[in-house]
């Protein structure tokens, strides 16, 4: 079945620091690719998504590419806030699950002064 | 205004009690969603609806039951309730499958 694989944390970085966490994903079809953040003690919150290879998601100074031919959705910031401490998710959604999310196992990051 | 909303935010009951969560959304979505996030932060779909349907059903124990009213509301219940209940229960919306899922603040289970 379809599932994803995203690295482990947790990751510690500095403020301004490039920050990237590692996505891949195995499904059959096209599917959508996702990436969700959870604050400390909250919901989930879209971050980006990509719906098609070749695509870029991109939002608040994230960026992920959805790369058919590596089967990958790797997240990158150029440079990152101590506000960007969170839990990040990568997901797929596909026709093959009824369209549920299929969550990796979340990266923790830290990010200290 | 809050689209997707779950009560109780925290719920903390005794092992064997019934319980029942509830989640609205004012999306308009016809899609709904229940999800369970464990211990280690893992997310897992339980059930999903469309329309008042029910379209996902993963391996779940048959305690827990879901009842959608109306296309606004999914709400789940919980029979006899096991320690491993416990656990962050997510409700999530989207216009049709495969587009973008809101997800509500989730509801702290603790089964003692």
């Known amino acids: 079945g379809d599932s994803v694989t995203q690295m482990e944390g947790p990751v510690t970085l500095s403020e301004e620091a490039f920050l990237t966490i590692n996505c891949t994903y195995t499904?059959?079809?096209?599917?959508?690719l996702f990436w969700y953040v959870q604050y400390p003690g909250e919901g989930l919150q879209l971050l980006l998504k990509a719906t098609k290879a070749d695509d870029k998601g991109s939002n608040k100074g994230f960026e992920a590419t959805y790369r058919k031919e590596t089967t990958s959705f790797h997240l990158e910031k150029g440079s990152v806030q101590v506000s960007d401490s969170a839990v990040y998710f990568c997901?797929?959604?596909?026709?093959?699950?009824?369209?549920?999310?299929?969550f990796g196992k979340g990266t923790s990051l830290l990010v200290t002064p | 205004d809050t689209a997707v909303s779950q009560t109780p935010k925290y719920l903390v009951t005794q092992m064997g009690n019934d319980k029942s969560i509830k989640c609205e959304q004012n999306?308009?979505?016809?899609?709904m969603y229940w999800y369970k996030q464990d211990s280690k932060k893992f997310l897992k779909i339980m059930f999903s609806?469309?329309?008042?349907?029910?379209?996902i059903n993963e391996t779940v124990p048959n305690r827990f039951s879901p009842k959608s009213p109306d296309k606004a509301h999914l709400n789940l219940h919980i029979n006899s309730l096991e320690l491993g209940d416990s656990a962050v229960y997510f409700c999530a919306s989207s216009q049709k499958g495969g587009e973008t899922q809101y997800f509500g603040p989730g509801t702290r289970l603790l089964v003692l």
């Open positions: 997901a797929l959604s596909g026709s093959n699950s009824g369209y549920a999310l299929n």
């Open positions: 999306l308009g979505h016809d899609t």
């Open positions: 499904a059959t079809g096209y599917p959508s």
């Open positions: 609806y469309n329309n008042k349907e029910l379209i």
